[in-house]
Each structure stands twice: as C-alpha cells, then as structure tokens.
C-alpha cells in the first residue's frame, strides 16, 4: 500500500459547526502532516507530526486542532471556521519528518466549503 | 535564506512540443530537489526527485538534472500530451528545515 487516504472528499460547513477531517497511511511512515491549499497557490504548512508526537505548529489558529492517534491516522477537528478557512486540506507522510530531507507524499485532499 | 524560483505561467503548448519549465534554488547546505506535479481537483504526486549534485531525476518522459554550479533543477520533456496538462511545483528539503516549495507553473496542453 502505497497511498495517503483522506476522508471526506469535499466538506460544506456552517461557521458554527464541528467537523473533522481524516488522514491514513499504511507505509510506515512515522511523519505526517496537514496543509492548507488556496486556489493557485503552492501548499502551507499548518502542522508536522512526528512519532505521533506534534514537532511543528505554524502559528495555526486555534480552531484547527490536529490529532494523532496512531502512527497511522491524523485527524483535523475544525470548530468555528471562518469564510477564509475555505481551501483544500492535504495530508501528507514521509518516511521521516521533513527534516532528513525525504519526500513526501500526499493524499487526493478534501474540500473544504465554510458558508 | 531558502527559497525557490519557477518561471510563471501559465505555460501553453500544443501536444508533442518539447517543454521546458524553469527552476532555480538558493540553499544553505545540499537540498534534496522534487518536482511535484498537481492534476486539476487533485492532490500533489511525486514527479521526480535527485538528491545531490549532478544527479538526474526521471519519470514519465520527464527529468530534472540537479546542477549546483546554476543552481537549478529545470523540468524537461520531449513531446508533452494533453494528459500532462496540470501544475507543476519544484520543491526543495534542505536539512533541518522545512520543504519550501515555489508558487506553481500552471500547464496547458492544446490537442
């Protein structure tokens, strides 16, 4: 199994929802993360797992809330999202965390729509 | 500091022309070097990579020659089809930091 799997492929949510947003990988990989998307642009780093451990947040708002259960899954509950939060969410993996310098590699992304 | 250039797009061909997409690096150390490749309502793949200097990365009928001495990694490819229409991102990993990737340079393949 080579692939990141995300869950759900496209999301609409109101600003006073919750919802979650939901990563797998069966390669062994022991770093994951989640970025954010706009039209256009590259990719931006919100977070970096690494040995199911939280090594990096950039400054992310809090109602982003990253979760790591296992070495296989990473979650992102999103609570109280604003307009500007619409984008599309990949999750990525990589044999290890983005420091030794490997690849990475990414799931299909969910899109997300906040109303 | 780190930072990645590409040539802007969008970039238009028709099919079976030759492609050159322009990217250039700065980099403290020795990077490794990606290009990732975005087809549209897609996440990113892994186009082909090269890990130190002079190093040539292939897949697809596309490669990148890793050249210190320019400090480039330019994407080439002999005769595009429709089908590689897409983004396409360099990217590069330099130890201890964090993957910086460049704004993207949109294709587009005329039949």
């Known amino acids: 199994d080579t692939e990141v799997t995300q869950t759900p492929k496209h999301l609409v949510m109101g600003m006073t929802n919750k919802k979650s947003l939901k990563c797998e990988q069966h390669m062994g990989h022991r770093a994951m993360y989640w970025y954010k998307q706009k039209a256009k642009k590259p990719p931006e780093l919100m977070f970096v797992y690494s040995y199911e451990k939280l090594s990096i947040n950039e400054s992310v708002p809090s109602r982003f809330s990253p979760e790591c259960p296992n070495s296989s899954l990473l979650n992102l509950h999103l609570h109280a999202l604003q307009p500007e939060d619409s984008a599309l969410y990949l999750c990525?993996?990589?044999?290890?965390?983005?420091?030794?310098?490997?690849?990475?590699?990414f799931g299909p992304g969910t899109r997300l729509t906040v109303l | 500091g780190n930072s990645v250039t590409q040539m802007e797009g969008p970039v238009t061909l028709s099919e079976e022309a030759f492609l050159t997409i322009n990217c250039t690096y700065t980099a403290t150390g020795y990077p490794s070097l990606f290009w990732y490749v975005q087809y549209p309502g897609e996440g990113l793949q892994l186009l082909l990579k090269?890990?130190?200097?002079?190093d040539k990365g292939s897949n697809k009928g596309f490669e990148a020659t890793y050249r210190k001495e320019t400090t480039s990694f330019h994407l080439e490819k002999g005769s595009v089809q429709v089908s590689d229409s897409a983004v396409y991102f360099c990217?590069?990993?330099?130890?201890?930091?964090?993957?910086?990737f460049g704004k993207g340079t949109r294709l587009h393949i005329l039949p």
């Open positions: 090269a890990t130190k200097a002079d």
């Open positions: 990217a590069l990993t330099p130890l201890l930091v964090k993957i910086i």
């Open positions: 990525a993996s990589s044999l290890k965390d983005q420091r030794g310098g490997g690849e990475q590699f």
